[in-house]
């Protein structure tokens, strides 16, 4: 049992809220007791597996928790890398908030068959809130690290105003559909050499865009219902 | 120039940050240049407007703020309530979280032409998360409180399994998608009472649902993409 905060996987698991740690060691921290199971459904090993009042002290365990407090287990693991690909699969651009880059890991393993393939300026897809709000997704279908340039098949940008209905543009094999920032949208390049462009109709008077984890999961519910009618 | 942290309206903001404040006073606190501005682009007026540097010392109004430091601008506003109704418009059961109420009152603004409509449990769509994650939506289209019961035209419920898809479930007139908590979803008396029961169709070995403000867009996306095809 843990009972000294100078316990080293202790010291492990406070370095890793660090991006750059993550970045260097290849390992991130899942936090509670659905993640790890999570884990564990998709036949994924912790490093190193801490729970509260067996392995370690409660109060320790809460101590280096990132979420809060309360937290009964967490797991150190092994970062995983898909390459890009699929027949339906999402490229994202600029989304900086780890819980939007989470929450379109968790709609792309319920809606579609590829993973999420992250562009520059994407968050940390294992950041603690980023693994939290993919509810455990990123162990069953790990993300993609690529430039626009490197995606094959049908490229599908979205642009807030840009284009036809996103439902005029037929599917016509494997395919990934291409969103930017909030504000700032996809970069002019990939809007350049996107195979298409295309927006999702939205009401006159409302929002310029909906929340981008909203439009990711909205294209991938269209694409995917187009491929099944096809 | 506000400088004392007893200033009347610095303690009303902090009281704010307190639900049952809110629910007694019937105010509420926009905070950030955006939300001040989305709500005078819906023709609201604060009761009181707080700028860093103008009306108050900088480190006074930041040291209310809800959301972090460097707020410029807050805001206090009566809120506003609709009532239940519009051609499409979305029922919540036991919503707890603050993010995916704003966040939904942001999509049906963009989606649809009636309000979110909050049944028993949900968060309180003026907390300061929810306000924040309808980027200004809740001023153009003030939530809505009812039951169920009170609901008038055809009622889809969702439900992660039960029911056709919901694109075979034809649009007949106005309606209102149903969604309920994450895990439990809607209640057995709403599934029992809604006209009809419907499901989001997601890959087989994927996760069992989507995020409920995920669910909300996508239902949204296809009410309304069917009705403009009717």
Chains 1, 2 share one sequence.
Not at 3 to 24: C, F, W
Not at 86 to 104: A, F, K, M, Q
Not at 179 to 188: C, V
Request: aromatic letters at 4%.
């Amino acid at each position: 049992m843990i009972t000294s905060p100078d316990n080293q996987q202790l010291k492990t698991i406070r370095k890793l809220a660090d991006k750059r740690h993550r970045a260097r060691s290849g390992l991130f921290v899942a936090e509670g007791e659905d993640l790890v199971a999570a884990a564990e459904a998709a036949g994924i090993e912790p490093d190193v597996l801490l729970v509260a009042g067996v392995d370690v002290e409660p109060a320790l365990l809460s101590a280096v928790s990132m979420l809060g407090s309360g937290t009964r287990v967490m797991g150190i693991y092994r970062q995983r890398w898909s390459a890009p690909g699929g027949r339906l699969s999402v490229y994202l651009e600029g989304v900086g908030d780890p819980g939007n880059v989470g929450t379109i890991i968790r709609s792309a393993h319920a809606l579609a068959d590829g993973p999420v393939t992250l562009g520059p300026g994407c968050a940390d897809p294992y950041s603690p809130k980023a693994v939290r709000a993919s509810m455990g997704s990123v162990f069953h279908r790990p993300p993609a690290r690529a430039a626009f340039g490197e995606l094959r098949g049908t490229t599908v940008a979205l642009d807030a105003r840009r284009g036809p209905p996103l439902s005029e543009v037929p599917v016509t094999g494997p395919e990934v559909v291409c969103l930017g920032a909030e504000r700032e949208g996809l970069s002019e390049a990939a809007l350049r050499d996107a195979s298409a462009v295309a927006h999702i109709p939205l009401r006159e008077g409302g929002p310029d865009s909906l929340n981008v984890a909203m439009a990711a999961a909205v294209a991938l519910y269209e694409r995917a219902r187009m491929a099944a009618d096809a």
